[in-house]
């Protein structure tokens, strides 16, 4: 059976996300996985956080994605679903992913973590 660790709730402070006229849409709430938390904690010895990926991903820079993918994107953007973005750092795949609701207001969830988080665990 695969491992699975709840999201930890972020602690992000909107003041410090780009200007609202520059993002594609709103993050809504913010959640990461244990990974992607165990990952900072042992990894980060620079001044970069989560908040500089959020940063590029609001603002549509989603990364090292295929083509099909950027334009998967873009037509959440438009219908709703998912958009989602890859970086490389520190040698670990790091993700953020959105779910647009365009049907209920504040109802979007953005969920960072490490693609090792994906990855089947066996016991």
Same mark, same amino acid.
């Given at each position: 059976? @695969?491992?699975?660790?709840?999201?930890? !709730?972020? @602690?992000? =402070? +909107?003041?410090?996300?780009? @200007?609202?006229?520059?993002? $594609?849409? +709103?993050?809504?709430?913010?959640?990461?996985?244990? *990974?992607?938390? $165990?990952?900072?904690? #042992?990894? =980060?010895?620079?001044?970069? #956080? %989560?908040?500089?990926? &959020?940063?590029?991903?609001?603002? *549509?820079?989603?990364?090292?994605?295929?083509?099909?993918?950027?334009? %998967?994107?873009?037509?959440?953007?438009?219908? *709703? #679903?998912? =958009?989602?973005? =890859?970086?490389?750092?520190? #040698?670990?795949? &790091? *993700?953020?992913?959105?779910?647009?609701?365009?049907?209920?207001?504040?109802?979007?969830?953005?969920?960072?973590? !490490?693609?090792?988080? &994906? +990855?089947? $665990?066996?016991?």
């Amino acid at each position: 059976m @695969q491992n699975f660790h709840p999201p930890l !709730v972020a @602690q992000l =402070i +909107e003041e410090d996300m780009p @200007q609202a006229d520059m993002r $594609k849409f +709103e993050l809504g709430r913010i959640v990461m996985s244990a *990974g992607f938390c $165990k990952f900072f904690d #042992g990894a =980060i010895s620079s001044s970069i #956080g %989560a908040d500089e990926f &959020l940063d590029r991903h609001v603002v *549509g820079d989603h990364g090292d994605l295929d083509e099909d993918i950027v334009q %998967a994107n873009e037509d959440a953007l438009v219908n *709703g #679903g998912f =958009i989602a973005s =890859i970086y490389m750092f520190n #040698g670990e795949e &790091l *993700g953020v992913m959105t779910q647009v609701d365009l049907t209920e207001t504040d109802c979007n969830v953005t969920t960072l973590f !490490v693609a090792s988080d &994906l +990855e089947p $665990k066996l016991n």
